[in-house]
């Protein structure tokens, strides 16, 4: 029974296993590069978890950030977990003890595939929990490879954290593609070029992210009305 | 140390963002404006984090040269073929190369 939901879990989560395999490994190497190796990649992957945010995090090593700094940006990049608890509270009552781990356990790509329909015949409880454990093995597995191979030096590996910009700008993209109206992305592209020029570009974080929460709470209550 | 507390603080704001839900809104509605904003956010904060990654670009040397072709090779990719590993992967390569051996 249990190798079953094993076995499911494991071809439903073959695209995301060469995802972050690639995205993990990328990750790896550019913060390696940044003299932040295996020692600091492997904590993050396997407690932060989140992809992004761990490139973020990076940069803000770098520029000795403010742990309040650390916590808005953490906040304003990850918001959007919050809405995925939201939609896995009720799937998610199935599960027992596992569950801080699943809920712990929840990126953007889990999210995807525990969304979807459970087959058949399946123990939901284990199927979102190995989904959730081998998603979570695969960063984990990527990115200490990719700090290995580049605190080895290897790979000339300047130039490498256009990485990230690609990351961000293909999602950008396929946010674009999915959504009639541009508000959102517009204001933040130009909230953030507009702080970058009256804040400077080290300090232009935390007054675009209250611009960009203001301005959408202000259209979120008009269009109520 | 400072970065220590940096790792810990990004450890705990994810945590908690993960687990809010399951604690605060288990048996009760969702504000609407918190359901507005949630769909909302995630497309005012990539375009920011795009700007973010962007910041450093040097437009005295190179004229922000590499920056431009790097992100018109990735989304033009992008849009033809809408793979993410092969945009990323073929626009990281350009600007490496570019950086590397053009605008050296």
Redesign the interface.
């Known amino acids: 029974m249990k190798r079953k939901v094993i076995q499911l879990a494991f071809q439903k989560t073959i695209p995301v296993m ?2 972050y395999l ?2 993990g490994f ?1 990750y790896g190497i550019y913060s390696a590069s940044k003299s ?1 190796g295996l020692g ?1 990649v492997f ?2 992957s396997l ?4 992809g ?2 761990q490139y ?2 990076v ?3 770098v520029s ?2 403010s ?1 309040l700094e ?2 808005l940006t ?13 939609s896995m ?1 009720e799937p ?1 009552q199935v599960l027992k003890k596992e569950k ?1 781990y699943v ?2 356990a ?1 990126t953007d790509e889990t999210y995807s595939l525990v969304v979807q329909e459970v087959p058949e015949g399946i123990s939901k409880r284990w199927y979102y929990f190995f989904i959730s454990l081998f998603d979570h093995c695969y960063w984990v597995l990527g990115s200490c490879l990719g700090a290995l191979v580049g605190s080895a030096n290897i790979i ?21 593609k999915e ?1 009639q109206d ?8 130009v ?3 507009g702080s ?1 020029l009256l804040f400077g ?1 080290d300090h ?2 935390i007054p ?2 209250i611009l ?2 203001l ?3 202000i ?3 008009r269009e ?1 009305i | 140390m400072n970065g220590v507390y940096l790792v810990l603080a990004s450890i705990f704001m994810t945590a908690l963002l993960r687990f809010l839900p399951f604690v605060l809104w288990k048996n009760r509605a969702i504000p609407e404006i918190v359901q507005r904003l949630g769909r909302e956010l995630p497309y005012a904060i990539m375009a920011m984090l795009v700007v973010y990654c962007l910041r450093n670009t040097d437009f005295q040397a190179s004229f922000g040269i590499p920056e431009a072709i790097a992100l018109v090779v990735t989304a033009g990719l992008h849009l033809y073929k809408r793979n993410s590993l092969i945009s990323i992967a073929t626009g990281t390569l350009v600007y490496m190369v570019l950086v590397q051996l053009v605008f050296v």
Do not use: C
């Open positions: 060469v995802g690639v995205l990328g932040y600091w904590p993050i407690f932060v978890y989140a992004t945010m973020v995090l940069d803000l090593l000795h950030a742990v650390g916590l953490t906040f304003m990049v990850n918001a959007r977990h919050l809405f995925y608890g939201i509270l998610y801080p809920i712990f929840l000339p590996s300047k130039g490498i954290e256009f990485s990230m910009t690609a990351l961000f700008l293909t999602v950008f993209l396929d946010q674009w959504k541009h508000f959102s992305a517009l204001f933040g592209l909230a953030s070029i970058i570009k232009f974080l675009t992210m960009i929460a301005a959408l709470y259209r979120g209550k109520r």
